[in-house]
Nanobody, 121 residues
Framework: QVQLVESGGGLVLAGGSLRLSCAAS????????MGWYRQAPGMQRELVAT???????NCADSVRGRFTISRDNAKKTVYLQMNSLKPEDTAVYYC???????????????WGQGTQVTVSS
């Protein structure tokens, strides 16, 4: 089994910053892609940012220039630094990873439990 534990969410004023963390543990041989989704009330889940095993990143247009994704492979942790937060960033943020449990094993996706980010104006 693989577990993802998120932290760092909370309430912040518009223009403020938060840093989300997501630590993976369990039966992990290799982590490929890591990333973050978010889901606001009544809205579809939105891909926020991804980072590949070689460090290549992508992010949604809505957060480009404000959010930065990074990872620490030794700690099996992915981060999302969120600056210049806006009320429309309010959502539950979910981390996810794709990983294998052994050499040559199937690549699987795992999800965190979600952490609430609320930005007040």
């Amino acid at each position: 089994q693989v577990q993802l534990v998120e932290s760092g969410g909370g309430l912040v004023l518009a223009g403020g910053s938060l840093r989300l963390s997501c630590a993976a543990s369990g039966s992990i041989f290799s982590i490929k892609t890591m990333g973050w989704y978010r889901q606001a009330p009544g809205m579809q889940r939105e891909l926020v940012a991804t980072i590949s095993s070689n460090g290549s990143t992508n992010c949604a247009d809505s957060v480009r220039g404000r959010f930065t994704i990074s990872r620490d492979n030794a700690k099996k942790t992915v981060y999302l630094q969120m600056n210049s937060l806006k009320p429309e960033d309010t959502a539950v943020y979910y981390c996810w990873i794709t990983s294998t449990q052994a050499l040559g094993a199937m690549l699987r996706i795992y999800w965190g439990q979600g952490t609430q980010v609320t930005v007040s104006s």
